[in-house]
Protein backbone atom coordinates (compact mmCIF):
# COMPACT_ATOMS: atom_id res chain seq x y z
CA UNK A 1 0.00 0.00 0.00
CA UNK A 2 1.45 3.35 -0.92
CA UNK A 3 0.87 6.11 1.28
CA UNK A 4 -0.88 9.63 0.35
CA UNK A 5 0.90 11.90 -2.20
CA UNK A 6 2.67 14.97 -0.69
CA UNK A 7 0.37 17.85 -0.06
CA UNK A 8 1.32 20.68 -2.37
CA UNK A 9 2.24 22.86 -0.33
CA UNK A 10 5.68 20.55 0.40
CA UNK A 11 5.91 19.85 -2.98
CA UNK A 12 6.17 23.78 -3.91
CA UNK A 13 8.54 24.45 -0.28
CA UNK A 14 11.17 21.46 -1.89
CA UNK A 15 10.93 22.90 -5.05
CA UNK A 16 12.10 26.31 -3.78
CA UNK A 17 14.68 24.95 -1.77
CA UNK A 18 16.22 23.08 -5.06
CA UNK A 19 15.74 26.83 -7.06
CA UNK A 20 17.58 28.72 -4.08
CA UNK A 21 20.26 25.86 -4.41
CA UNK A 22 20.66 26.59 -8.15
CA UNK A 23 21.27 30.06 -7.56
CA UNK A 24 23.44 29.65 -4.68
CA UNK A 25 25.48 27.38 -6.93
CA UNK A 26 25.56 30.00 -9.64
CA UNK A 27 26.33 32.64 -7.35
CA UNK A 28 29.32 30.66 -6.03
CA UNK A 29 30.73 30.11 -9.61
CA UNK A 30 30.25 33.41 -11.14
CA UNK A 31 32.54 34.76 -7.89
CA UNK A 32 35.19 31.94 -8.02
CA UNK A 33 34.78 32.92 -12.20
CA UNK A 34 35.27 36.86 -11.24
CA UNK A 35 37.75 36.43 -8.01
CA UNK A 36 36.59 37.41 -4.82
CA UNK A 37 39.56 39.66 -4.68
CA UNK A 38 38.55 41.83 -7.76
CA UNK A 39 34.89 41.98 -6.29
CA UNK A 40 35.98 42.86 -2.62
CA UNK A 41 37.80 45.63 -3.65
CA UNK A 42 35.17 47.02 -5.66
CA UNK A 43 32.92 46.68 -2.40
CA UNK A 44 35.40 48.34 -0.33
CA UNK A 45 34.67 51.50 -2.69
CA UNK A 46 31.57 51.71 -1.71
CA UNK A 47 33.06 52.02 2.03
CA UNK A 48 30.50 54.36 3.85
CA UNK A 49 28.42 55.33 1.11
CA UNK A 50 26.69 51.79 2.08
CA UNK A 51 24.82 54.23 4.16
CA UNK A 52 23.17 56.18 1.83
CA UNK A 53 22.28 53.42 -0.49
CA UNK A 54 20.57 52.51 3.18
CA UNK A 55 18.88 55.24 3.13
CA UNK A 56 17.73 55.47 -0.65
CA UNK A 57 16.01 51.95 0.25
CA UNK A 58 14.26 53.09 3.32
CA UNK A 59 12.87 56.31 0.75
CA UNK A 60 11.46 53.48 -1.52
CA UNK A 61 9.64 51.99 1.32
CA UNK A 62 8.33 54.98 2.49
CA UNK A 63 7.00 56.28 -1.46
CA UNK A 64 4.74 52.56 -1.89
CA UNK A 65 4.31 52.77 2.03
CA UNK A 66 2.42 56.54 0.93
CA UNK A 67 1.01 55.16 -1.91
CA UNK A 68 -0.87 52.27 -0.11
CA UNK A 69 -2.05 54.80 2.30
CA UNK A 70 -3.22 57.05 -0.20
CA UNK A 71 -5.28 54.35 -1.60
CA UNK A 72 -7.44 53.35 1.48
CA UNK A 73 -11.18 54.45 1.22
CA UNK A 74 -12.23 57.52 3.73
CA UNK A 75 -13.62 57.08 6.23
CA UNK A 76 -10.78 54.75 7.11
CA UNK A 77 -7.23 55.77 7.74
CA UNK A 78 -3.40 54.01 8.26
CA UNK A 79 -0.91 56.84 9.29
CA UNK A 80 1.83 56.86 7.04
CA UNK A 81 4.82 55.04 9.93
CA UNK A 82 1.97 51.99 9.66
CA UNK A 83 2.03 51.62 6.32
CA UNK A 84 5.94 51.88 6.46
CA UNK A 85 6.19 48.76 8.92
CA UNK A 86 4.19 46.94 7.18
CA UNK A 87 5.51 47.00 3.75
CA UNK A 88 9.58 46.31 5.34
CA UNK A 89 7.67 43.35 6.71
CA UNK A 90 6.22 42.15 3.41
CA UNK A 91 9.00 42.94 1.25
CA UNK A 92 10.80 40.97 4.38
CA UNK A 93 9.02 37.69 3.73
CA UNK A 94 8.59 37.97 -0.26
CA UNK A 95 12.45 38.22 -0.47
CA UNK A 96 13.49 35.53 1.87
CA UNK A 97 11.03 32.60 0.79
CA UNK A 98 9.90 31.27 -2.33
CA UNK A 99 5.88 31.93 -1.58
CA UNK A 100 6.85 35.96 -2.69
CA UNK A 101 3.71 37.66 -3.13
CA UNK A 102 1.58 34.95 -1.74
CA UNK A 103 3.35 35.82 2.16
CA UNK A 104 4.58 39.22 1.53
CA UNK A 105 1.08 41.04 0.30
CA UNK A 106 -0.94 38.97 3.35
CA UNK A 107 1.49 39.74 5.39
CA UNK A 108 1.46 43.73 5.18
CA UNK A 109 -2.59 43.60 5.82
CA UNK A 110 -1.31 41.09 9.21
CA UNK A 111 0.78 43.86 10.20
CA UNK A 112 -2.03 46.76 10.21
CA UNK A 113 -5.42 45.03 11.12
CA UNK A 114 -5.51 46.33 14.58
CA UNK A 115 -5.58 49.63 12.76
CA UNK A 116 -7.62 49.41 9.23
CA UNK A 117 -10.36 46.52 8.75
CA UNK A 118 -9.45 44.04 6.55
CA UNK A 119 -11.20 44.42 4.07
CA UNK A 120 -10.39 48.09 3.26
CA UNK A 121 -6.78 47.29 3.92
CA UNK A 122 -7.08 44.53 1.30
CA UNK A 123 -8.63 46.85 -1.10
CA UNK A 124 -6.41 49.62 -1.01
CA UNK A 125 -3.32 47.38 -1.62
CA UNK A 126 -4.87 45.82 -4.42
CA UNK A 127 -5.47 49.09 -6.21
CA UNK A 128 -1.66 50.13 -4.91
CA UNK A 129 -0.19 46.97 -6.51
CA UNK A 130 -1.86 47.63 -9.77
CA UNK A 131 -0.92 51.27 -9.83
CA UNK A 132 2.92 49.48 -8.55
CA UNK A 133 2.43 47.17 -11.50
CA UNK A 134 1.91 49.74 -14.32
CA UNK A 135 4.78 51.55 -13.21
CA UNK A 136 6.88 48.78 -13.49
CA UNK A 137 5.72 48.02 -16.93
CA UNK A 138 6.13 51.46 -17.87
CA UNK A 139 10.13 51.21 -16.11
CA UNK A 140 10.79 48.51 -17.97
CA UNK A 141 9.16 49.68 -21.11
CA UNK A 142 11.10 52.83 -20.89
CA UNK A 143 14.53 50.18 -20.57
CA UNK A 144 14.06 48.41 -23.26
CA UNK A 145 13.52 51.51 -25.35
CA UNK A 146 17.13 53.13 -24.05
CA UNK A 147 18.82 49.80 -24.48
CA UNK A 148 17.42 49.46 -28.28
CA UNK A 149 18.59 52.68 -28.92
CA UNK A 150 21.20 53.55 -26.71
CA UNK A 151 23.16 50.31 -27.33
CA UNK A 152 24.81 48.33 -29.29
CA UNK A 153 23.23 45.07 -28.76
CA UNK A 154 23.82 41.49 -30.46
CA UNK A 155 20.94 40.31 -32.76
CA UNK A 156 19.43 37.55 -30.04
CA UNK A 157 19.44 40.37 -27.32
CA UNK A 158 17.92 42.84 -29.33
CA UNK A 159 14.82 40.56 -31.03
CA UNK A 160 14.34 39.53 -27.24
CA UNK A 161 14.49 43.42 -26.43
CA UNK A 162 11.95 44.37 -29.39
CA UNK A 163 9.63 41.20 -28.25
CA UNK A 164 9.89 42.69 -24.63
CA UNK A 165 8.46 45.90 -25.56
CA UNK A 166 5.61 43.96 -27.75
CA UNK A 167 4.93 42.15 -25.30
CA UNK A 168 4.31 45.30 -22.43
CA UNK A 169 2.63 46.70 -25.49
CA UNK A 170 0.23 44.20 -25.29
CA UNK A 171 -0.06 44.54 -21.53
CA UNK A 172 -0.74 48.49 -21.36
CA UNK A 173 -3.68 47.49 -23.93
CA UNK A 174 -5.12 44.61 -21.82
CA UNK A 175 -4.98 46.84 -19.20
CA UNK A 176 -6.90 49.62 -21.21
CA UNK A 177 -9.60 47.05 -21.87
CA UNK A 178 -10.03 45.99 -18.57
CA UNK A 179 -10.67 49.63 -17.31
CA UNK A 180 -12.87 49.78 -19.98
CA UNK A 181 -14.98 46.68 -19.85
CA UNK A 182 -14.19 45.81 -16.53
CA UNK A 183 -14.99 41.99 -16.67
CA UNK A 184 -14.94 39.86 -13.68
CA UNK A 185 -11.54 38.42 -13.76
CA UNK A 186 -11.30 36.80 -10.87
CA UNK A 187 -14.64 35.26 -10.67
CA UNK A 188 -13.89 33.61 -14.25
CA UNK A 189 -10.78 31.56 -13.20
CA UNK A 190 -12.58 29.43 -11.03
CA UNK A 191 -14.06 26.34 -12.61
CA UNK A 192 -17.67 26.13 -13.80
CA UNK A 193 -18.98 24.02 -11.12
CA UNK A 194 -16.52 25.47 -8.06
CA UNK A 195 -18.09 28.89 -9.19
CA UNK A 196 -21.99 27.40 -8.55
CA UNK A 197 -20.96 26.09 -5.05
CA UNK A 198 -22.73 27.27 -2.43
CA UNK A 199 -19.79 27.78 -0.21
CA UNK A 200 -18.11 30.09 -2.65
CA UNK A 201 -20.80 31.91 -3.61
CA UNK A 202 -20.18 34.82 -0.58
CA UNK A 203 -16.49 35.04 -1.28
CA UNK A 204 -17.38 35.44 -5.07
CA UNK A 205 -19.30 38.08 -4.46
CA UNK A 206 -16.25 39.80 -2.64
CA UNK A 207 -14.05 39.34 -5.42
CA UNK A 208 -16.29 40.99 -7.60
CA UNK A 209 -16.86 43.89 -5.53
CA UNK A 210 -13.40 44.45 -5.21
CA UNK A 211 -12.57 44.37 -9.14
CA UNK A 212 -15.30 46.87 -9.06
CA UNK A 213 -13.34 48.48 -6.32
CA UNK A 214 -10.43 48.71 -8.51
CA UNK A 215 -11.63 49.24 -12.04
CA UNK A 216 -13.30 52.83 -11.05
CA UNK A 217 -11.10 53.94 -8.73
CA UNK A 218 -9.32 56.08 -10.65
CA UNK A 219 -12.84 57.88 -11.19
CA UNK A 220 -13.88 57.99 -7.87
CA UNK A 221 -10.96 59.47 -6.56
CA UNK A 222 -9.18 61.64 -8.76
CA UNK A 223 -7.82 63.62 -6.10
CA UNK A 224 -5.66 61.38 -5.45
CA UNK A 225 -4.20 60.05 -8.08
CA UNK A 226 -1.55 62.25 -9.23
CA UNK A 227 0.06 61.82 -5.59
CA UNK A 228 0.07 57.90 -5.71
CA UNK A 229 1.33 57.99 -9.35
CA UNK A 230 3.85 60.00 -8.51
CA UNK A 231 5.02 58.17 -5.44
CA UNK A 232 5.59 55.05 -7.81
CA UNK A 233 7.69 57.18 -10.13
CA UNK A 234 9.46 58.35 -7.21
CA UNK A 235 10.03 54.47 -6.14
CA UNK A 236 11.52 53.81 -9.54
CA UNK A 237 13.74 57.10 -9.76
CA UNK A 238 15.32 56.47 -6.25
CA UNK A 239 16.52 52.95 -7.47
CA UNK A 240 18.02 55.16 -10.39
CA UNK A 241 19.82 56.85 -7.98
CA UNK A 242 20.54 54.14 -5.98
CA UNK A 243 22.01 52.60 -9.32
CA UNK A 244 24.36 55.73 -9.80
CA UNK A 245 25.32 56.22 -6.60
CA UNK A 246 26.63 52.24 -6.35
CA UNK A 247 28.35 52.99 -9.86
CA UNK A 248 30.07 56.57 -9.13
CA UNK A 249 31.70 54.94 -5.97
CA UNK A 250 32.59 51.38 -7.24
CA UNK A 251 34.23 53.01 -10.43
CA UNK A 252 35.46 56.13 -8.82
CA UNK A 253 33.83 58.33 -11.58
CA UNK A 254 29.78 59.11 -12.29
CA UNK A 255 29.05 56.97 -15.20
CA UNK A 256 26.24 58.32 -17.86
CA UNK A 257 22.91 58.40 -16.48
CA UNK A 258 21.42 56.42 -18.98
CA UNK A 259 23.39 53.45 -18.27
CA UNK A 260 22.36 53.52 -14.33
CA UNK A 261 18.47 53.79 -16.01
CA UNK A 262 19.40 50.93 -18.09
CA UNK A 263 20.51 48.91 -15.48
CA UNK A 264 18.09 49.85 -12.55
CA UNK A 265 15.32 48.97 -15.53
CA UNK A 266 17.36 45.56 -15.87
CA UNK A 267 17.38 45.19 -12.23
CA UNK A 268 13.53 45.67 -12.01
CA UNK A 269 12.72 42.70 -14.58
CA UNK A 270 15.14 40.37 -12.77
CA UNK A 271 12.85 40.92 -9.65
CA UNK A 272 9.90 40.21 -11.38
CA UNK A 273 10.91 37.16 -13.38
CA UNK A 274 12.77 35.59 -10.54
CA UNK A 275 10.90 36.76 -7.39
CA UNK A 276 10.55 33.28 -6.89
CA UNK A 277 14.58 33.01 -5.80
CA UNK A 278 15.00 34.35 -2.40
CA UNK A 279 16.61 37.24 -2.65
CA UNK A 280 17.56 36.77 -6.78
CA UNK A 281 20.92 35.30 -5.50
CA UNK A 282 23.18 33.84 -8.51
CA UNK A 283 21.09 35.18 -11.02
CA UNK A 284 20.98 39.05 -10.06
CA UNK A 285 24.60 39.05 -10.76
CA UNK A 286 24.51 36.94 -13.23
CA UNK A 287 22.49 39.23 -15.11
CA UNK A 288 24.23 42.62 -13.77
CA UNK A 289 27.62 41.01 -14.62
CA UNK A 290 25.72 40.94 -17.96
CA UNK A 291 24.56 43.80 -18.36
CA UNK A 292 27.74 46.05 -17.43
CA UNK A 293 29.67 44.08 -19.42
CA UNK A 294 27.48 45.54 -21.96
CA UNK A 295 27.82 48.69 -21.34
CA UNK A 296 31.29 48.41 -21.37
CA UNK A 297 32.01 48.56 -17.96
CA UNK A 298 32.96 44.96 -17.45
CA UNK A 299 31.20 41.98 -15.27
CA UNK A 300 33.19 42.80 -12.52
CA UNK A 301 31.85 46.09 -11.89
CA UNK A 302 27.79 44.61 -11.99
CA UNK A 303 28.57 41.63 -9.90
CA UNK A 304 29.94 44.49 -7.63
CA UNK A 305 26.87 46.29 -7.94
CA UNK A 306 24.82 43.12 -7.10
CA UNK A 307 25.94 42.60 -4.10
CA UNK A 308 25.64 45.97 -3.14
CA UNK A 309 21.61 45.42 -3.44
CA UNK A 310 22.13 42.22 -1.77
CA UNK A 311 23.63 44.09 1.21
CA UNK A 312 20.78 46.53 1.21
CA UNK A 313 17.92 43.95 0.77
CA UNK A 314 19.95 42.59 3.77
CA UNK A 315 19.65 44.91 5.86
CA UNK A 316 16.16 46.34 5.17
CA UNK A 317 15.10 42.35 5.30
CA UNK A 318 16.89 42.11 8.78
CA UNK A 319 14.88 45.09 9.86
CA UNK A 320 11.24 43.82 8.62
CA UNK A 321 11.92 40.51 10.36
CA UNK A 322 12.45 42.09 13.30
CA UNK A 323 9.14 44.19 13.13
CA UNK A 324 7.66 40.37 12.21
CA UNK A 325 9.21 38.85 16.11
CA UNK A 326 8.11 42.28 17.35
CA UNK A 327 4.22 41.72 16.16
CA UNK A 328 4.42 37.97 16.61
CA UNK A 329 4.22 37.12 13.10
CA UNK A 330 5.44 34.40 11.03
CA UNK A 331 5.33 32.84 7.61
CA UNK A 332 3.31 30.04 9.30
CA UNK A 333 0.54 31.96 10.92
CA UNK A 334 0.25 34.33 8.04
CA UNK A 335 -0.39 31.43 5.68
CA UNK A 336 -2.86 29.56 8.13
CA UNK A 337 -4.63 33.00 9.03
CA UNK A 338 -8.03 32.90 7.31
CA UNK A 339 -8.94 36.32 7.79
CA UNK A 340 -6.13 36.95 5.51
CA UNK A 341 -7.43 34.81 2.57
CA UNK A 342 -9.00 37.28 0.41
CA UNK A 343 -4.91 38.78 -0.03
CA UNK A 344 -3.96 35.64 -0.66
CA UNK A 345 -6.87 35.02 -3.73
CA UNK A 346 -5.89 38.38 -5.25
CA UNK A 347 -2.03 36.78 -5.08
CA UNK A 348 -2.41 33.84 -6.82
CA UNK A 349 -3.78 34.04 -10.50
CA UNK A 350 -0.73 36.38 -10.75
CA UNK A 351 2.34 35.08 -9.03
CA UNK A 352 3.28 38.61 -9.03
CA UNK A 353 6.34 40.59 -7.06
CA UNK A 354 5.61 43.19 -4.68
Not at 158 to 177: D, H, Y
Not at 224 to 237: D, G, K, Q, R, T
Not at 278 to 301: D, I, K, M, R
Amino acid sequence: MTGPPPSPKRQFTAAGLLVAAAGLALFVWLVWRIGPAEIWSGFKQVGWGLGWILLLGGLRFGARAFAWSACLEPPHRLRWADAFVAVVCGDSLGNLTPLGPLVGEPAKVACVRRRVPVGPAVTALAIENVIYTLSVAAMLAAGTIALLFGVRLPPELREFSEITLGLIIVMFAAAGWLLWRRPSVLTRVLPGPLRRSDGVTSRLEQLHALEQQIYTFASRRRGVMVPIVAAELLFHALGVVEAHLTLWLILGSPPPVLTSFILESTNRLIQVVFKFIPLQVGVGEAASGFFTALLGLGATCGVTLSLVRKARMGFWTLVGMIFLVYQGLSTRTILEDAELQPARELQAPARRPS
